[in-house]
T-cell receptor, first 116, second 113 residues
């Protein structure tokens, strides 16, 4: 295991539902990330948090709302999603955001989201 | 436009042979390039990082080359095994020094016994 856990592993929701994805890292890292992975498409970076502050938001629709209460936990709150939001949502962490080029990302197993 | 290109067709090889996967990029000058492995239903796992001033990096049966003139990285698995079957992603920093890599869409490798 990579030291990054995600729950739930699978989620089916209607377009009017509100749900949250949870990520926890046990590696003592300072940076955490949300990615979206759709079939046949590259990983898309959604949000980056460094020391609990959001440092990047890649033009993600407001129906996705991240929350980082501390450096070990990251949430993605979902509200009124669309069927095209169905994808694998991956959480990752890395040691720091100091610009170290040797920094690598540790990924969780992902949440498979289906929006009906 | 800026692109990271990996062969979208699966690579099928026989056990024991060397698998070679390609990552090409355009309009970037990355300071590093990474390779990850991803199994179905799981997150990517980091394998190797190579810097712009390095030509080659090895780790056990894995070898990565980085040609900044050709804008290409090759990923080799020698003595391949069925357990090596997975999708392999390359990732590089598109900002020339960013700590956040941008990923290609990956190439599926299938090793037949």
């Amino acid at each position: 295991e990579t030291g990054v856990t995600q729950t739930p592993r699978h989620l089916v929701m209607g377009m009017t539902n509100k749900k949250s994805l949870k990520c926890e890292q046990h590696l003592g890292h300072n940076a955490m990330y949300w990615y979206k992975q759709s079939a046949k498409k590259p990983l898309e970076l959604m949000f980056v948090y460094s020391l609990e502050e959001r440092v990047e938001n890649n033009s993600v629709p407001s129906r996705f709302s991240p929350e980082c209460p501390n450096s070990s936990h990251l949430f993605l709150h979902l509200h009124t999603l669309q069927p095209e939001d169905s994808a694998l949502y991956l959480c990752a962490s890395s040691q720091d955001t100091s610009g170290s080029l040797t920094d690598t990302q540790y990924f969780g197993p992902g949440t498979r989201l289906t929006v009906l | 436009s800026q692109k990271i290109e990996q062969n979208s067709e699966a690579l099928n090889i026989q056990e024991g042979k060397t698998a070679t996967l390609t990552c090409n990029y355009t309009n970037y000058s990355p300071a590093y390039l990474q390779w990850y492995r991803q199994d179905p239903g799981r997150g990517p796992v980091f394998l190797l990082l190579i810097r712009e001033n390095e030509k080659e990096k090895r780790k056990e049966r894995l070898k990565v080359t980085f040609d900044t003139t050709l804008k290409q990285s090759l990923f080799h698995i020698t003595a391949s095994q069925p357990a090596d079957s997975a999708t392999y992603l390359c990732a590089l920093d598109v900002s020339g020094g960013s700590y956040i890599p941008t990923f290609g869409r990956g190439t599926s490798l299938i090793v037949h016994p």
